[in-house]
């Protein structure tokens, strides 16, 4: 049995699962859940699969296992393993039908996310396949640093975020109105959401594994890297579309700020700390 078919098969099963729990439990959470975790599983099965003797594939695993590690960590202690469900998921539960809702659940929140998952995770295999011609280099020890230096910028983002969210928590507890209403500060003040550009960041790097492994970026696998940007572009747009109906003031944040890419404040304006 090939490897691919191994990962398609472990795939298929998580998704069987995730549909099947979906419906037991009224809850769309599944997948997150499973997100962070299931990469870990296909790239160590194409590690595998090589004996766990080659050196990029044993990298690239450990570099996924490590995204995978932090990614938990973080959707744990927001409480993902727990019951508590992405807000986005109400707000499209409440403006569709139950059936339509339900459509919308199995082929896109359970299939084509549980697709991506598999794609991303595909430069393993033209690793594998390449484990022989292309030997590890200067340009692979590169982009593990490249790899760490995103996981480890994705992390502060997540905890800028959780210390601004933990704040205005007590805030609120407290009967008092926050100030600011959502992060500007940080690294959030070069990007309304680093923690997506060091995600994407992560991936496409990882594409450029097997492009080094097959000596051409004319690869297949680019395509899962590809529609994972796509899917967080149209996460983006849906996200700061209910930011807005919330706090108008974000509208002027969205003016001044990337939305994605860091850069500079086009106002050239100050952090924003809660007061």
């Not at 995770?121 to 030997?135: E, F, I, V």
């Not at 975020?161 to 609120?172: A, L, P, S």
Request: net charge positive.
């Amino acid at each position: 049995m090939s490897p691919l078919l191994v990962v398609i098969l472990i795939s298929v099963a998580l998704s069987t699962f995730a549909w099947i729990a979906s419906l037991l439990t009224g809850a769309t959470s599944w997948v997150d859940q499973l997100w962070s975790i299931a990469p870990i599983a296909y790239v160590w099965v194409f590690a595998g699969y090589a004996g766990l003797t080659d050196i990029r594939l044993d990298v690239m695993a450990a570099l996924v296992t490590l995204w995978g590690v932090r990614l938990t960590f973080n959707l744990a202690r927001k409480g993902g393993y727990t019951g508590v469900e992405d807000y986005r998921w109400q707000v499209l539960r409440d403006g569709m039908g139950r059936g339509q809702f339900q459509l919308f659940n199995f082929f896109f929140i359970v299939i084509y996310q549980n697709v991506i998952l598999v794609l991303i995770t595909l430069p393993a295999l033209t690793a594998y396949q390449h484990r022989s011609t292309t030997p590890v280099g200067v340009l692979d020890w590169l982009l593990a640093t490249l790899f760490l230096a995103c996981t480890t910028g994705e992390a502060l983002a997540d905890q800028q975020q959780w210390d601004f969210q933990t704040r205005k928590r007590t805030q609120v507890a407290t009967g008092r109105t926050p100030s600011p209403q959502f992060l500007q500060s940080g690294l959030f003040r070069f990007s309304r959401h680093p923690n997506y550009f060091f995600e994407l960041a992560q991936w496409w790097i990882f594409f450029l594994f097997g492009a080094v492994a097959a000596s051409s970026l004319l690869q297949w696998s680019v395509v899962g890297a590809f529609l994972l940007s796509v899917l967080f572009v149209g996460s983006t747009n849906f996200t700061e579309k209910i930011t807005l109906s919330r706090y108008p003031e974000y509208e002027e944040y969205r003016r001044r700020t990337s939305p994605i890419v860091p850069w500079f404040s086009r106002s050239g304006a100050q952090d924003v700390h809660v007061i």
